[in-house]
Nanobody
Framework: QVQLVESGGGLVQPGGSLRLSCAASGMIFSMYVSGWFRQAPGKEREFVAAITGSIGTTYYSDSVKGRFIISRDNAKNTVYLQMNSLKPEDTAVYYC?????????????????WGQGTQVTVSS
């Protein structure tokens, strides 16, 4: 049974940083593309970043490019999202997801597995 478990969310001031982690189990982690998505109240779930399984090619949404960094440690079955220079508009529930392919897809419906989400709040 595949499980994805996020951690690392919390409350941070504007301009601050947080690192999210997503631990995977029940899968050959290196064979899956991992992605991070977020959903703010009243809004649709949106793509944040994705990383391929073995080579580690990355792709970011324009709204986070240059501020967020996605990475993975296949030995630990974990994907990370380092979030820097956080803004109030980054406030959302952040979800990690995995899809059994090799393309860096941005549509949530392309992902097979999802974590439960972790809240990130950026506020002074």
């Amino acid at each position: 049974q595949v499980q994805l478990v996020e951690s690392g969310g919390g409350l941070v001031q504007p301009g601050g940083s947080l690192r999210l982690s997503c631990a995977a189990s029940g899968m050959i982690f290196s064979m899956y593309v991992s992605g991070w998505f977020r959903q703010a109240p009243g809004k649709e779930r949106e793509f944040v970043a994705a990383i391929t399984g073995s080579i580690g090619t990355t792709y970011y949404s324009d709204s986070v490019k240059g501020r967020f960094i996605i990475s993975r440690d296949n030995a630990k079955n974990t994907v990370y999202l380092q979030m820097n220079s956080l803004k109030p508009e980054d406030t959302a529930v952040y979800y990690c997801a995995a899809q059994s392919g090799y393309r860096l897809l941005v549509n949530p419906s392309s992902y097979n597995y999802w974590g439960q989400g972790t809240q990130v709040t950026v506020s002074s």
